[in-house]
């Protein structure tokens, strides 16, 4: 099994205030976590720009305009609550979005099996019209419908298991039977979306898991929810959205994985990927924001895409 990393040279040009979870550290532990002997067979790549138009494949015309009025001359702005925009920012979003549509086309063209992006900012809850939630512009969303533009893909997953649910990929996918999306997150918890009941065209699969459980609930709900629609559904290519804030020392929420359910998780991905899309699968972090369990939870995912 051959491996992809893509990394993010201006990781930190994308700046958060002081003691703001989703920080440049992240990418540091998680570059600290994927180097010595067991990650020396990964293929290495840095992330390119990428065009930025893309993203009104999924968002809507006046998105990027928005943004760069957001965006400060110097320093840091504010979207809402949460959400910061720096002088760096642009450009860094461009890269995460080069570096995925890099990832994509090296699986897609058989370069290799599969690839994990080390990116950041997260992307996972930014809506069709409002970024949000530490999210600038989805970039998830944008390589699924590249891979259908470009590649003619004609069936797209994409699993989340980050803790939160990623309302921005569901609010764009929820009436497009040609995209698969199914998330595992706390609830309640921001953003506060993500109930079960929400199932779009058939299309979205939401299994929500109540604080303070562990493995056993997380593998009840892949096993008897999540991972039959994947395999029903048969896609041509798997997406990943790789949260690690279902870590039980994250911050930001009360789910208790421990590091090896991020092996479990990944390895039953993989399983239905060999079966349905020739082992065909991009993850792209998500959340994750205690640097220890970011680190481990890394380290087992990316192991396992290696079929260690």
Partial sequence: MTTLLVSQPN??????????PERADRIRAVEDALKGMDFAALKRRNAPFGDLMLAELVHDASYLARLRDARPAEGMGQIDTDTFISDGSMDTIAT?????????????????????????????????????????????????REAQRKYGAERVAIVD????????????????????????????????????????????????????????????????????ALEAFAPDLLLISAGFDAHV?????????????????????????ERRCGNRIVSLLEGGYDLRGLAGGVRQHVSTLQGR
């Avoid at 080069?98 to 990116?119: K, P, Y």
């Avoid at 953003?191 to 009840?220: F, K, R």
């Fill in 11 to 20: 990781f930190a040009d994308h700046q958060t205030p002081e003691g703001h």
């Fill in 96 to 144: 995460g979005l080069g570096g995925a549509l890099s990832a994509l086309d090296a699986v897609l063209l058989g370069e290799v099996d599969n690839a994990f992006c080390a990116i950041r900012p997260p992307g996972h809850h930014a809506e069709i019209a409002t970024p949000m939630g530490f999210c600038l512009i989805n970039t998830v969303a944008i390589v699924a």
């Fill in 161 to 228: 298991f980050d803790v939160h649910h990623g309302n921005g990929t569901q609010d764009i996918f929820k009436d497009d039977p040609t995209v698969f999306y199914a998330s595992s997150h706390q609830m309640p918890l921001y953003p506060g979306t993500g109930d079960p009941a929400e199932t779009g065209v058939g299309n979205i699969v939401n299994a929500a898991l109540p604080a303070h459980s562990g493995t056993s609930a997380m593998q009840a709900a892949y096993i008897e929810r999540i991972l039959p």
């Fill in 249 to 273: 020392r994250d911050p930001l929420a009360q789910l208790e994985w421990v590091d090896e359910d991020f092996r479990w998780v990944t390895g039953k991905l993989m399983e239905v990927s």
